[in-house]
Structures are given as C-alpha cells and as structure tokens.
C-alpha cells in the first residue's frame, strides 16, 4: 500500500511538471511571436508607416527582407536598399536599446528609433522623444557621427540639454553598430 502512495504520488507530481512544462514552452512561443511584432511595427515605424499590430507580419514580409552577419540580425527594404538593425548598449543609468537605418550608401542615416531606455526622465530620457529621434534623418555617419552642443557639420545632431552622458552613450552605441554594419557589408571601407 505505501508503495502504491509513493507510486501515485509521483505520477501526479511528473504529471504538473509536465504540464507546467508545456504551458511555459506555449507561453514563450506566443511572447516571442508578440516580440517579433511589436520589433516589426517599430521597424514600419521608421518608414512613417503606422500598421495595426494584427497585419503587422503581411506588411513586413512584403516590405522588408532578411538577412544575418556576424550574430546581427539585418533587415533589408526591398524597394530602397535602407538597412535596418537593432543596436544596444550601456546609457548613463540603463541599456540603451535602438533601432537604426543606414541608407543604402552606408554614409548616413535614414533614421533612428529608441525601442528601450530608463535614462533620466526629463533629461537622457529625452532620448525617446520623436523631435529628438527625428534629427537623425539624412546625417552622415562618416568619417562618424556625433552628437554636440551646437550641430554644426552634417554629421552631427544637437544633444539633449542636460543630458550629456546619455547623449555620449548614445553616440558611442550608434557608431559602433554603423562600424559593424559597414564592416558587415563591406561598404564604404
């Protein structure tokens, strides 16, 4: 009888676990679809196109092509040529995470999206804001780009007043990814 106890109790025990087990690999799955989507509408989001998150898979598919090099993944507009990748790295107080888009000559931006960030709320923050994302279009990124007080040259933006660490980080994040994105595709060396 004490052997039949054990015996159930482990059978129901390897039962949850395996359920438990199951439900977990379902939840990632569908967490990682809604990742995909959520990383595809942001990247629809810098071609100034606003898709509804339930079509955002057809019109990315349509739009964009994929491709990979060096453990970076790339996504490539069909009709354009633009390049766009995530890029991340250390901010004054988090990780900076962001999308960028290098136009097809490799020699300046088509734009910048910042996905992640929990810098200073009202100053490095500020880096999240579309005014301040939007000054990246079109500036150059060689010789390399930077972010200054007072933008004078075509490769630099005006930085966020007050937040001068950030905007150090931010600079130093985007012109690593543009080194290995053209170090990828071998333009523009």
């Not at 060096?70 to 890029?87: H, I």
């Not at 929990?118 to 579309?130: K, N």
């Amino acid at each position: 009888m004490k052997d039949l106890k054990m015996v159930l109790f482990l059978l129901i025990l390897s039962s949850l676990c395996a359920l438990v087990l199951g439900g977990t690999e379902v939840f990632y799955e569908k967490a990682s679809v809604i990742f995909n989507q959520r990383l595809y509408q942001s990247v629809l989001e810098l071609f100034d196109q606003e898709i509804p998150i339930e079509e955002v898979d057809a019109a990315f598919s349509g739009k964009f092509s994929f491709d990979s090099h060096g453990g970076r993944d790339y996504f490539l507009e069909k009709e354009t040529g633009v390049v766009v990748f995530k890029a991340d790295g250390p901010g004054l107080w988090s990780r900076i995470e962001i999308l960028l888009a290098l136009n097809p000559d490799f020699e300046s931006l088509y734009g910048l999206k910042v996905l992640s960030q929990a810098e200073t709320p009202g100053l490095g923050g500020r880096i999240a804001e579309p005014e301040f994302q939007e000054s990246f279009r079109g500036i150059e990124v060689v010789p390399s780009l930077r972010i200054v007080k007072f933008a004078a040259a075509a490769n630099e933006v005006d930085a966020v007043t007050g937040a001068s660490k950030t905007c150090e980080a931010l600079e130093k994040i985007i012109n690593k990814a543009v080194a290995e994105a053209r170090q990828a595709y071998k333009r523009g060396l």
